[in-house]
Structures are given as C-alpha cells and as structure tokens.
C-alpha cells in the first residue's frame, strides 16, 4: 500500500523524536500498531517484511510490547511498511530471562545467561550513561531479560524494569554500540475500598479482600494510638480500609499509594480517620469525622507485629527468681524487628545499661521519659543528644543483657515515676478549625462520595488465623 507524502513526513517526524537511526527505525516499528482483518494485533512488520502479530516476536521485551498497545479503531485497517537500513543483518534471537542474586551484579548475572563479558558492560553502560540506572540502588529479585542472535551468540538486546512502572531496553546498533531508552507505563488510578468482618486476623482478612501487607502496615500505623492490636481486637470485629492503586492500561495493578480512609468497629474502638494535609504544616495526617487529629503525643506500642508477653506489674523475675516490680511493658518480635521512637524527643542514652543490654531512652516534653531495653543494635545516627520525630526508628528488636529471648522492653515514665503505658490516657493531638476545618472537611466529603461509588468485594469468608499468633 502507498503511503501519503503526509503519511510519509508524519512518519519521519516520529522516527525523529524516537531518536532516528536504527534504534529509531525499530522503536518507530514496535509502536505502530494496527489491527488486520481478523488477524488480531499487528506490531509493525518483522526484519524480512512479514506482519509481526505476536508479542514474543516482537524484537523488544513482550512486557515493553504489550504497554505499547493501543484500542482498536474501526478504521480500514493498513499495514506500515518501513525501510530498515540496508545493512541490518537478517537473523533469529533467543531469549533468556534471569534474577539478580544478593551480593551479585547485572554484569555476573547476563554472563550467567550466556553473555560476552564485553557486550554485556557495553549494554549496561549504555543505560548508565544515559542515567537510567543507578547500579547502586538496584535490589536482589530483579529480574533482566537478554537477547541472542542464534547465528552469533552477539547480544542483542536486554531489557529489565527496575520499578513497576518504568521499563529499561539496552539496545544493539549495526556498529555493535548500544542504545538505551526508557518505556514508561501510563498509570491509571484505580481506588481500591476493602470492608471485612474479623474471624480472629486483621491481617489475613485484609490479604483475603485484596489489600497488600502495606495498608495492613499503614492501617496498624494509623491506630497505633489507640487500640494494642494483640489484646482488643475480638472476633466480630468489623474493618474498612480505602487505598490509592494505579494500574497500567491493561488493567493490572502496578502498585499502591496511601490510605485515605481507615475504620474499626469493634468492641474496645469505633473510630474512623480521613488522610489529609492542613494547609499550615503541609504534613499528612489522619483525622476522625469532626476534625480531631489520630496522632498522639506517644505511641501505645512503638513496634509493629509483635505480640504482648509481660505485662506491667509485679510478677516473679524469670532469670533472678525475686518477685518485684515490672516496670514496663514486653513486646516478644523476632530479632531486627524495627523499634519505634513513641514521640518526638531528645536521645538522653544509647548505650549498654546493665541488664537492659543494649538501651535507648528518650527524653519527651512535659516531664515523659520513655525507654527501649534489649536491642540487637541501634538505628541509623541514634546517638545522645539525637532529637529524634515519632516514628524515626531507634533501634532493633534484639536479646542483649538479661533477657530469655527476644524481645523489647519498653517502659514510659513520668516526672521519674513508672507508668503502664497500656492504659496510660496520653494528651491527644491537634483538632482542625476555622478554614483548616473547612478544608478538610470538603477533603473528607469527597473521600465518603469515593467509598459510596467504589464496588464492594463479596465478604464470602473471614480469616481464621489466630490474632495471637
């Protein structure tokens, strides 16, 4: 079929912005797509002229292929033709696919593949140069895809997706260099709204309604003020949790972002809070209905996952036998789970202490102390005289000093004196009014008209796993 002089500068315009040559020429291929007759999804034509309709055939990673497609239009459908250059080699390629190992490279990994030493650091350059990859932040599980010619064994293209929505292609050049490009996914935001009755696991039941292990994290974040999830939450116990998702054009989920609406209605609590940002500090918070902040002046448990092993109190010493005073609260994690700072402060020790072991305590305002016992190790610049913001990790669930197992012994003290931080009644946060009201309050009417239009999931069965566990 002839092409238009239109046709024919439209396509010379866009093999320029692709970056013209032979990389160009091929980019330019992959991404025109049309439907042929009842053929299916054309991509383009292959090297010796024929239609490409499969993505594996396509001379581009299928995951890259797949994000080029477009719907089809009722239009009579055409076939684009392009002249590739005269001395591009005719050939066959087979692909291999493979992860990157702990304490190993992208390099070692496409040798492990099959690939020449020298092309595969040529190819990976490529994508360096360009600052597209920064091989410093690269994560054991990524996987990488290589090309080979069958003729050759030449490397002739790798392809990998360092994050969910960003692909990178290394490409081969007729001159043997390699060209690198980036492909970004265009994402669509897709809020997702999960409602469940508790058998006896939050966390389970959330997994089984379709939420990730992040808004079970963040939704223990947003009530770590208020409820100890190891001993006030009961079967019967009702939860809704509302998240950002965004998913590619193909309708796959390719990640999450923050909650904007977190609910329990159970038998300790019945309390719901609205994500958003006051104007005056820029900062995210949670809010109930009327404006009242979720945020406290101390965390009730500075530790996410952890279950209640002793409690405050007088109770029989399990290493020195004495009956005496307990003067804080044990949260039994395995080791390295992260220690929480419970509210902003000042770092007054960090430090072995006796049979504390390893020992962080903070000086808060309003004459609150609190203490962080048998660490592994301290967390990152955690030093005396360290001012520290809630949340900031502090250190690492551990075993060290007197202890039978890891654990962290966390105790709060006021002007001196020992409290139970469990039913300890801590100062409350801030409550929105005036314009900071009114702001947020149209924040939260859109976020209720968001839950009334999301589709509900069928709540067929609730998790059965213990909450003790």
């Known amino acids: 079929m002839m092409q238009s002089d239109k ?18 020429t091929l980019m330019l291929t992959l991404f025109s797509i049309s439907l042929a007759g009842t053929g299916g999804w054309l991509l383009g034509v292959s090297e010796h002229g024929a239609p490409v309709r499969d993505f594996a055939k396509a001379q581009f990673s299928s995951s890259f292929a797949a994000d080029a497609a477009i719907p089809p239009t009722t239009a009579e459908p ?29 390099n070692t990994t496409l040798e492990r593949l099959g690939a020449d030493p020298a092309q595969s650091a040529a190819a990976l350059n490529a994508l360096y140069s360009e600052g597209l990859l920064n091989p410093r932040r690269l994560r054991a599980g990524l996987k990488i ?3 080979f010619d069958e003729s050759n064994g030449d490397l002739v293209s790798i392809s990998l997706r360092p994050e969910s929505e960003v692909g990178l292609i290394s490409k081969r050049q007729v001159d043997g260099s390699y060209f690198a490009a980036s492909l970004n996914t265009r994402l669509i935001e897709a809020p997702r709204r999960i409602s469940r009755t508790i058998d006896s696991s939050i ?29 006030e939450i009961h079967p019967g116990d009702a939860f809704e949790i509302v998240y950002e998702a965004f998913e590619d054009e193909r309708g796959n989920q390719v990640r999450t972002g923050d909650v904007l609406y977190a ?11 609205y994500r958003h940002v006051p104007e005056d500090t820029g900062n995210p918070d949670y809010f109930t209905d009327e404006g009242k902040s979720a945020t406290r002046f101390l965390m009730k448990t500075p530790i996410n996952g952890a279950r209640l092993s002793s409690s405050f109190g007088r109770r029989r010493h399990p290493i020195s036998g004495y009956t005496r005073l307990h003067k804080g609260t044990d949260f039994a994690a395995p080791t390295g789970t992260p220690v929480f700072a419970a509210g902003n402060g000042t770092v007054e020790r960090a430090s072995r202490y006796g049979g504390y072991g390893k020992y962080v305590r903070i000086r808060h305002a309003n004459g609150y102390k609190t203490a962080y016992a048998h660490l592994s190790r301290y967390g990152r610049g955690i030093r005396s005289g360290r001012r520290v913001r809630q949340g900031d990790i502090i250190g690492y669930v551990g075993s060290t000093g007197a202890s ?50 999301l589709a509900q999931p069928v709540d067929v069965a609730a998790a059965t796993v213990s909450e003790s566990g």
């Open 263 to 273: 609910s329990l209605n159970g038998r300790a609590l019945t309390r719901g809070f």
């Open 7 to 24: 046709e024919k500068a439209d396509m010379t315009h866009m093999n320029r912005q692709l970056g013209g040559g032979l990389f160009g």
């Open 404 to 453: 039978t197992g890891p654990h962290l012994h966390y105790e709060v003290m006021i002007n001196g004196r020992h409290v139970n931080a469990m039913t300890l009644r801590l100062p409350t946060g801030r409550t929105l009014d005036g314009d900071l009201l009114a702001s947020f309050e149209a924040v939260r009417d859109e976020i209720d008209g968001l839950r009334a239009n």
């Open 145 to 147: 895809s290589a090309d």
């Open 203 to 231: 966390y389970e039941a959330a997994l089984a309604a379709g939420a990730t292990d992040q808004q079970v994290a963040d939704f223990a974040q947003i009530f770590a003020y208020d409820i100890d999830f190891q001993r």
């Open 78 to 106: 055409t076939i684009l033709h392009v002249d590739f250059q005269a001395d591009l080699p005719s050939r066959l390629v087979t692909s291999s696919t493979g992860t990157l190992r702990r304490n190993s490279t992208l």
